[in-house]
């Protein structure tokens, strides 16, 4: 038996494909399970691996490292709670809506799920949430409902004091929150995967489909779409967006969400119609860039020196901060002046100028949006979401192999990320 017998193992298990993480983390997970399972050699350690369940799911379970955190990428929650308002349940009497998490680790993101909506005013009696992940140690944790710090990330914490308490050093949700999430053990490859159709109004499926081959990707989508009822909301990374355009699902128009639905069945009449042109704005999606590093960090050397911003770093940030509140109610005519006006001010920034690229993207000036995404990758060349909007205006405009360039570049960069995590 060989390492790569392993690689292909998980990748049938569970669609990992170990390119996207680094064959050396499966290599250092073999090897942990084989020492602690006192094998010797692969072949002995195969062999208990093809014989043992609790083995196969130990194996999984040092394979699968989650990172996460409440409300990352809170876009997508925004987007959730301002479709599912309290209007919509109004409209609904007598429904329940369902939301699925996929994978929910240790559960931060469902719980999440429930919190938005709480937060917005719906009724979450009539909320129902299915978390599924394939291991087991993540979904006890979910169920226990406690975490430490390092589940809460960014400026905005507010949540954590009206829905959490402090006890014995860890924080501890209410079971009023907690008994809205069934968590569930399974695998979106088994064949017996959540039977039926159409059986959720949102579906969270973030940073999965980006670790499985295009098959695998294209398996996964399909179940997705089955899953999700006709005006369901689907959310995904912002890398697997291209993925969900090619595969004929529309954007939702909730900009910076990453939300899509299922197309809408075409007129017979227009069947022969060309399809639309695929813009930016189709995703225009982001969550929170970190601030701006110093000027020295990421001009050239000979590039001119500019005056020193004259406001305030914390001003600088909020006038960020207003340009992106702006562009997430739709209003991106002022959003772009707002960002244009921090740009002719102030040092160049990859969260500027990011920014700046989503929104004119979305105003479909693509001219505009390609100059700014291939700014931000002066400044920080892997800067994973940057690579992928850039890749798709490639596409649209016929410049395939240029637009598989870059998605390959993004993957090479995440893959280097997952390495140095590693070490």
Known sequence: MTPEGFQQWLKHTMGLDAASIGPGVVE?????RMSASERADLT????????????????????VVPETWFFRDSQAFAALSHHYDPLWAAGHPG??????????????????????LLDAGFPIDRLDVDAVDISERALSKARHGAYGNNSF????????????????????????????????QGNVLDIAFLPGEALYDAIFCRNLLIYFDAQTQVRTVEIL????????????????????????????????AFAFRKAPPKPAADIAAPAPRKTVAAIASARPAPPPRALSAVLRPTAPARPAPQPAPAVDESLLDRAQALADNGRFAEAATACEAYL?????????????????????RDNAAEDHFRKVLYLEP??????????????????????????????????????????
Do not use: K, N
Not at 28 to 32: D, I, L, M, N, P
Not at 95 to 109: I, N, Q, T, V
Not at 344 to 360: E, K, P, V
């Open 225 to 256: 779409r089955r899953l999700l009822r006709p005006q369901g909301l689907l959310f995904v990374g912002p890398s697997e967006a291209s993925l969900m355009l090619a595969e004929g699902f529309v954007s939702a128009q909730f900009p910076m």
């Open 153 to 184: 990330r960014g400026r905005e914490l507010g949540f954590r004091d009206r829905h959490f308490r402090l006890e014995d050093g860890a924080w501890r949700l209410p079971a009023s929150i907690r008994s809205r999430v069934r968590f569930i």
């Open 344 to 364: 002719q001010t102030h040092s160049a920034s990859a969260r500027a100028l990011y920014l700046s690229g989503l929104i004119h993207g979305a105003l479909g």
């Open 382 to 423: 892997c800067h994973e979401e940057a690579l992928m909007h850039l890749a798709l205006l490639l596409d649209t405009r016929g410049d395939a192999a240029g637009g598989r360039v870059l998605r390959l570049r993004a993957q090479r960069c995440r893959s280097a990320a997952t390495r140095q995590e590693s070490q």
């Open 44 to 63: 002995a350690y195969w062999h208990l691996l093809r014989t043992s369940q609790l083995e196969q799911q130990e194996l999984i379970e040092a394979v």
């Open 28 to 32: 250092r997970a073999v090897q942990r």
């Open 95 to 116: 429904e329940r809506l369902r939301a699925l998490s996929l994978p929910c680790s240790s559960g931060e993101e469902p719980y999440t799920v429930v919190m938005a």
